[in-house]
């Protein structure tokens, strides 16, 4: 199956614009999903379908794409933020494919 | 509220069986396909398998890692779905989530997981 390529760690100051990015070859012709997981808790669908958010997910917390890459934005992100993030999508033969996650630090 | 409660984890050796439980509520059950997603320690999610809603649980699928070892299914009388989980080897060491899917065209996604339970595999 094909992979999702995902930075390990990004690290941003509380209030500044975190970026995380997912790369992969079927990313134009798939849609992307964003999950937020926190130690110890379940993960929580945070963006579907590129860029929608599901009800109760702060506005801080959007979507894009381009070409091969999805790219997760948290606008003025906070310490309460802080947790493991993974995309995901299907490739073209349909198989489940998860990013590696990216721990983002916000101090 | 949607929840998804996972049990049946544990320590077993290589070679060993075991048989994962998740309890659903909160959701008309048979009208979702279900799936299970386990997390290895240091590592990313990865996908296990699927049984399909629409109520007889006949349509499954596995990840290739897992083929021929582990067998989903479901009971819709018990809102329940189980992983059975056979031959097991150190590489399914991982937490496994209990996951409600859905379809947007062609792709499957995941809304709702469960907290998970620890599969640990050691001699």
């Known amino acids: 199956s094909s992979e999702l390529t995902q930075p390990p760690s990004v690290s941003v100051s509380p209030g500044q614009t975190a970026r995380i990015t997912c790369s992969g070859e079927?990313?134009?012709?798939?849609?992307a999903y964003w999950y937020q997981h926190k130690s110890g808790q379940a993960p929580i669908l945070i963006i579907y379908?590129?860029?929608k958010r599901p009800s109760g997910i702060p506005e801080r917390f959007s979507g894009s794409t381009s070409g091969t890459t999805a790219t997760l934005i948290i606008t003025g992100a906070q310490v309460e933020d802080e947790a493991d993030y993974h995309c995901?999508?299907?490739?073209?033969?349909?198989?489940?494919?998860f990013g590696g996650g990216s721990k983002l630090t916000v101090l | 509220e949607v929840q998804l409660v996972e049990s049946g984890g544990g320590l077993l050796q290589p070679g060993g069986s075991l048989r994962l439980s998740c309890a659903a509520s909160?959701?008309?059950?048979?009208?979702?396909?279900m799936h299970w997603v386990r997390q290895a320690p240091g590592k990313g999610l990865a996908w296990v398998s699927r049984i399909n809603g629409d109520g007889d649980g006949s349509s499954t699928r596995y990840a290739d890692a897992v083929k021929g070892r582990f067998t989903i299914s479901r009971d819709n009388a018990k809102n329940t779905i189980y992983l059975q989980l056979n031959n097991v080897r150190a590489e399914d060491t991982a937490v496994y989530y209990c996951v409600r899917g859905l379809r947007s065209g062609a792709t499957f996604y995941f809304d709702f997981w469960g907290q998970g339970t620890l599969v640990t595999v050691s001699s």
């Open positions: 379908e590129d860029t």
């Open positions: 995901y999508s299907t490739d073209i033969n349909g198989n489940h494919v």
């Open positions: 909160g959701f008309t059950f048979n009208n979702y396909w």
């Open positions: 079927a990313m134009p012709k798939k849609y």
